[in-house]
């Protein structure tokens, strides 16, 4: 396609989702003062950005960044930790603070995301299956992929034929042909669950979900949530990390299982220092402003193309990823090449689908980012499996997501 054209497409996207936009720059601007509350409230100072050694005994900006999370989140604590390598990391440390041998587990929107099938079921890697930790999964209607939905029914009798100690729910669009949950669905699993069984848990995979509405799960009746710190709530400037956040004594459970039974959240030394997490946060909700534009901004522009993508233009996204139905596995790579070569970082690189550690299919991953695998940075990656859905997520300036979709629409179509 003639770059003309392209950028004739993008323009006339642009112009049918101003409302669209409108509301977004509503939600970023909430979103900041809460941020900026919970910098108040802890009074942080120049001083919580060193770093520590060796145990890292009252380490203040360790603690303090904590509570400058919690707050945000709207959680009585949580654990934010450098250490933490991945998402994945996170969501492990929320399992295992939640669940004991002989437990069962209920994931109630499908199959949770890949790098946590080991994590589950593996058979001897320490997965929660060696430790007697019984699981089931409930997958969501997804009748409607522009608005899927809990499985109420099933919910309500699964519950009723068996103790369940914790439901788990994951937030974003996943690998699926699926829109995001809203917070506001959680909101309600979290009354349906608690009604029919109050002592049963609400875990949420929390990846690229955070600042995206004005509230977060934890403020919706969801014990605990977890992240990676790459994703949204690093706002593109935290190097590395994860958190849990949510119910005071799980988050100490989930500590004592990333440090040890006798030290939990008491120690733990980061001789890098806080500075960039301090940063991010603070970023995150401006960050996250671009990341759903450019989400909208590609799905809408490849829907006026004819293409299959989400999120619909009517409805407001409810993660930072738009996904979109390619007709061939060339194209996919293509889009994915388009990306890659305007991205800032390694520009010059070509991706090529891979095996991926953790992953069931082949994955083809547009990735130029300066945080290398970030995904709040405008990224592309898709498993390579019919029907060829392409998932783009991230943008740190939103004019770099303008670049991306008039990029790829001139490469995919011809
Ligand atoms: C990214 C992601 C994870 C895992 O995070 P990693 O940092 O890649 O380990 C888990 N769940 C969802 C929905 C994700 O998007």
Same mark, same amino acid.
């Given at each position: 396609m003639r770059k003309e054209k392209?950028?004739?497409?993008? +323009?006339?996207?642009?112009?049918?989702?101003?409302?669209?936009?409108?509301?977004?720059?509503?939600?970023?601007?909430?979103?900041?003062?809460?941020v900026l509350k919970a910098f108040y409230n802890n009074a942080v100072q120049a001083r919580h950005f060193y770093g520590s050694t060796g145990y890292g005994y009252d380490d203040a900006g360790r603690e303090t960044l904590g509570k400058v999370f919690a707050d945000a989140l709207g959680a009585e604590s949580a654990l934010v930790?450098?250490?933490?390598?991945?998402?994945?990391?996170?969501?492990?440390?929320?399992?295992?603070?939640?669940?004991?041998?002989?437990?069962?587990?209920?994931?109630?929107? /499908?199959?949770?995301?890949?790098?946590?099938?080991?994590?589950?079921?593996?058979?001897?890697?320490?997965?929660?299956?060696?430790?007697?930790?019984?699981?089931?999964?409930?997958?969501?209607? +997804?009748?409607?992929?522009?608005?899927?939905?809990?499985?109420?029914?099933?919910?309500?009798?699964?519950?009723?034929?068996?103790?369940?100690?914790?439901?788990?729910?994951?937030?974003?669009?996943?690998?699926?042909?699926?829109?995001?949950?809203?917070?506001?669905?959680?909101?309600?699993?979290?009354?349906?669950?608690?009604?029919?069984?109050?002592? +049963?848990?609400?875990?949420?995979?929390?990846?690229?979900?955070?600042?995206?509405?004005?509230?977060?799960? +934890?403020?919706? /009746?969801?014990?605990?949530?977890?992240?990676?710190l790459i994703k949204n709530i690093g706002g593109g400037v935290a190097p590395t990390g994860g958190y849990v956040a949510g119910k005071a004594d799980l988050v100490e459970m989930a500590g004592k299982r990333l440090t040890a039974p006798s030290l939990g959240t008491e120690v733990g030394s980061f001789i890098g220092g806080y500075m960039q997490y301090f940063q /991010?946060?603070?970023?995150?909700?401006?960050?996250?402003?671009?990341?759903?534009?450019?989400?909208?901004?590609?799905?809408?522009?490849?829907?006026?193309?004819?293409?299959?993508?989400?999120p619909a233009d009517k409805r407001a996204a409810y993660d930072i990823v738009a996904s979109i139905k390619m007709n061939s596995e060339q194209q996919l790579v293509r889009f994915c090449e388009a990306v890659q070569s305007v991205s800032p970082v390694d520009s010059n690189v070509v991706?090529?689908?891979?095996?991926?550690?953790?992953?069931?299919?082949?994955?083809?991953?547009?990735? /130029?980012?300066?945080?290398?695998?970030s995904s709040i940075e405008l990224s592309a990656d898709s498993p390579i499996k019919e029907p060829y859905i392409v998932y783009v997520q991230g943008a740190l300036t939103y004019e770099h997501a303008v670049i991306a979709v008039r990029k790829t629409l001139e490469k995919v179509l011809p």
């Open positions: 392209a950028a004739e497409i993008v +323009t006339n996207a642009e112009r049918d989702l101003a409302k669209r936009f409108a509301e977004i720059d509503e939600i970023a601007l909430f979103n900041q003062e809460k930790s450098p250490l933490i390598s991945s998402g994945t990391q996170a969501i492990t440390l929320m399992l295992f603070a939640a669940l004991r041998a002989g437990d069962k587990l209920l994931s109630v929107s /499908g199959k949770p995301y890949d790098t946590l099938s080991d994590v589950i079921s593996g058979k001897n890697c320490g997965s929660l299956a060696d430790y007697g930790v019984n699981f089931d999964c409930i997958p969501l209607d +997804t009748s409607a992929p522009e608005n899927p939905d809990f499985d109420f029914p099933a919910i309500e009798k699964a519950l009723k034929k068996e103790k369940i100690k914790a439901v788990f729910a994951g937030r974003s669009r996943g690998y699926e042909w699926r829109d995001a949950i809203s917070v506001e669905k959680i909101g309600v699993l979290a009354d349906f669950v608690k009604k029919i069984s109050p002592e +049963t848990l609400v875990l949420v995979d929390n990846c690229y979900g955070e600042f995206v509405e004005k509230t977060e799960p +934890t403020e919706v /009746g969801a014990d605990l949530i977890a992240g990676s /991010g946060i603070f970023l995150a909700p401006q960050v996250v402003k671009n990341a759903v534009k450019s989400a909208h901004l590609f799905a809408k522009s490849f829907a006026t193309q004819g293409f299959d993508a989400l991706p090529v689908p891979w095996a991926m550690p953790g992953y069931q299919n082949d994955v083809i991953m547009a990735a /130029g980012a300066f945080v290398q695998g």
